[in-house]
């Protein structure tokens, strides 16, 4: 039997390389048991090798150091030794099979049988108590495909709740989510915890952490830098001082006066569901963006935001689209995503690295990708040029590569969302719809992004911001748009609200009326 010592885990002097990289120095980390354990750093800082580490995604002979895990030391072989010693890691980037459904997902692996057959009625029963537990209100026979990123997010949470879990590790659990939908999430990682859970929670929202972790290791550069007991002399100042090594200031930067006259307007805007036609994802939607302006986009997850930014970019979302959409006063016609870029609209996908990134592809190619014509001649790519402006807009936005030539997938999260950004501003549009631009990345990479943001407005662009995080919309829009249930319920000045007002007409208790 283990001996009950007061850590469930402890990592000493762990040190991971890659080809040319020290991606962890000599790391330690100890866990207690029954505890919530935050791992905060920026993009790039190892905290998501590390727990590669610890749930043998990098295997026993990979690394060297020592895990002792529940009173030995153990050498993961992979994945599966982990998680029969009842580690259970949710990954950032989601490992759910789409043309699955929620049951198939779950069980896929841990089918329950019987009489050596599945017994879909027991794993559907099962599917739908562990949805209950995570807040999700969706039919376990829904194929993935159909779900959003932040429901996928709860689906892999109660894969893992379907395990035997000792230690929970959640890679950015919150960073699909909204703020209800996030406080919905803490809660059940509190109760997870009442319960006896150990968790381990990586993450750049740091009021969340502030909130409901009970310590916090910060590793910088792949070193484990210090360990805080949270109490009430740690707050984000202290949090983000320990992750950059220095105080960042003022976190958004300072708003423009300079906001011209309307450059952007739909009227009407109705949109159907591509499955259900009787459903409407976007209700008779109108609004407009100026010159300058920040607008930014406030609903719960599911109350369409997406679905209507998606729909306006070429009707890349829905079926039966009816409404009327102007640029400069002047009727466009946007049937087409080919439309849209030529109406000067770019739209930035909430995802990445599946709707905005081939990972496949280099910094030079993904840049230059949305608008080939622009460095072609005839039908032919000029290379020199498409070097050029990649170049260009690596040193302009401070993409973190030595080169253009270097692929995607070997930036961090925050340089990843600076390559897709590039890839819109080579456009040349004049309304960028930034759907959560700042998910996932680190504190220092926000602050960029949002400068960023600001300069693009200073120039005369009009930018549609969605985001799940409050403090972001009132932070740097100008305006703010509330949606519930695919229907515009606000429009609020962002200089004169706060979050409990947002959140009132994000879920009004009557249609048409805020709480």
């Keep these: 039997m283990a001996h009950e010592d007061a850590n469930l885990l402890e990592m000493v002097n762990i040190t991971k390389e ?32 590390l727990m590669k580490v610890l749930s043998g995604v990098y295997p026993a002979g990979t690394y060297t150091g020592d895990i002792r895990y529940d009173g030995s030391v153990r050498r993961f072989s992979g994945i599966n030794a982990s998680e029969e010693a009842g580690i259970a890691i949710i990954h950032q980037e989601l490992a759910l099979i789409p043309e699955l459904s929620i049951t198939e997902n779950i069980f896929l692996g841990n089918e329950i049988t019987s009489m050596g057959r599945i017994d879909w009625d027991e794993a559907r029963r099962r599917t739908n108590e562990l949805l209950q537990r995570v807040q999700l209100r969706e039919d376990p026979d829904t194929p993935i495909k159909y779900l959003g990123v932040g429901k996928q997010q709860l689906v892999e949470i109660a894969k893992a709740l379907e395990k035997d879990v000792k230690l929970l590790i959640l890679d950015e659990p919150t960073a699909a989510l909204n703020e209800h939908d996030s406080q919905q999430l803490l809660r059940l990682i509190t109760d997870l915890k009442a319960e006896g859970m150990t968790s ?47 105080t960042l200031g003022n976190r958004f930067p300072e708003k423009s006066s300079r906001i011209g006259d309307v450059m952007f307007e739909v009227r009407d805007w109705t949109v159907q569901h591509p499955l259900d036609t009787t459903r409407l994802v976007a209700k008779n939607s109108s609004f407009r963006v100026r010159a300058g302006e920040v607008v930014g986009f406030a609903g719960l997850m599911g109350a369409g935001r997406t679905e209507l930014a998606m729909s306006i970019f070429g009707q890349s979302y829905g079926v039966k689209v009816s409404g009327e959409a102007f640029m400069h006063g002047e009727p466009a016609k946007i049937r087409t995503v080919k439309d849209a870029i030529k109406a000067g609209i770019a739209y930035v996908s909430e995802d990445r690295k599946s709707l905005g990134l081939n990972l496949l592809d280099t910094i030079k190619r993904s840049i230059v990708a949305a608008k080939l014509g622009r460095i072609s001649k005839g039908s032919v790519v000029d290379d020199l040029d498409e070097a050029r402006y990649a170049e260009e807009y690596r040193k302009d936005l401070r993409i973190k590569s ?64 969605i985001s799940s995080e409050l403090p972001e919309l009132i932070g740097m829009a100008d305006r703010i748009y509330t949606i519930f249930e695919g229907e515009i319920t606000g429009e609020l000045d962002a200089a004169r609200v706060d979050q409990e007002t947002v959140m009132r007409h994000m879920a009004p208790t009557q249609k048409g009326h805020a709480a």
């Design 18 to 49: 890659f080809p040319g990289v020290k991606a962890l120095d000599s790391v330690n980390l100890a866990v207690r048991r029954g505890e919530i354990h935050a791992i905060c750093g920026e993009n790039g800082a190892g905290k998501s090798t």
């Design 200 to 246: 381990i929670m990586i993450s750049h929202k740091l009021a969340e952490i502030e909130q409901i972790s009970d310590s916090i290791t910060i590793i910088r550069d792949g070193k484990s830098i210090e360990t805080l007991s949270v109490d009430g002399t740690v707050d984000e100042d202290r949090i983000i001082r320990g992750m950059v090594g220095r």
């Design 402 to 465: 030595p080169t253009v030539e270097a692929g995607v997938d070997t930036l961090s999260g925050g340089n990843q969302q600076k390559v897709v950004l590039a890839k819109w501003m080579f456009t040349q549009p004049e309304l960028l719809i930034l759907d959560e631009p700042t998910r996932g990345i680190d504190v220092g990479a926000k602050a960029e992004i949002y400068q960023i943001i600001r300069r693009l407005a200073d120039e005369g662009k009009a930018i549609v911001l």
